[in-house]
Structure formats: C-alpha cells, structure tokens
C-alpha cells in the first residue's frame, strides 16, 4: 500500500497563462494545421501522380509486348518478305505482277 500513496500526494495548481503563451500556443497550432493540411495535399498529388505512372506503364508494357513479339518474327523468311516489299517495293521473283494499261 505504501505504493499508491505517492499518487495521493500530487496536487495540481492550475493558473491562467499569460497572453504571449496563449498566442505562441495559438500560432503553432495553426502551423502544424496548416502543414497537415500542405502535407494532405502533396499526398493527394503524389498519389494522383502514381496512378498517372501506373497507366503510362501499363501502356508501355502493351508496347514492349508487341515490339518483343515484332524481334521474334523478325529472323523468319515471311517478316523479311514482308518488310522488304513494304520498306523497299521489292517483290518475290516468282510473282507475277499485272499493271494496267494507261
């Protein structure tokens, strides 16, 4: 029991404080507000950022795929063919071309 006796014997004496601590008080409760809320913001933002980030990836991922697939093919006689009468107007030898008369 001689434990909890020491709890008993605090007293607590309660004053008015003066202005300048009221308003120092005042005036870092108004800072740390206004950094919440600068904070929230920039979290927002971030946030906003990152969803921006996540779609531009997603479309780059789509690309990446198709320009893998597009090295693949690229050794196979039929994209060589492809490519060279596309890029070129080379045509295979054994192709037998009709043009209009004019």
């Not at 008015?16 to 904070?39: D, E, N, W």
């Not at 933002?45 to 779609?55: G, H, N, V």
Request: net charge neutral.
């Amino acid at each position: 029991m001689a434990g909890r006796n020491w709890f008993s014997r605090i007293r607590l004496v309660y004053r008015r404080s003066s202005t300048p601590v009221k308003c120092l008080v005042l005036g870092a409760l108004a800072l740390s507000t206004l950094t919440m809320l600068t904070l929230r913001h920039a979290i927002l933002e971030t946030k906003e950022q990152a969803e921006e980030k996540r779609a531009e990836a997603a479309v780059l991922e789509e690309e990446n795929k198709r320009l893998s697939q597009s090295i693949a093919e690229l050794g196979t006689v039929q994209s060589v063919t492809d490519l060279a009468g596309k890029l070129l107007g080379l045509v295979d030898p054994n192709t037998v071309i009709f043009l209009p008369e004019g």
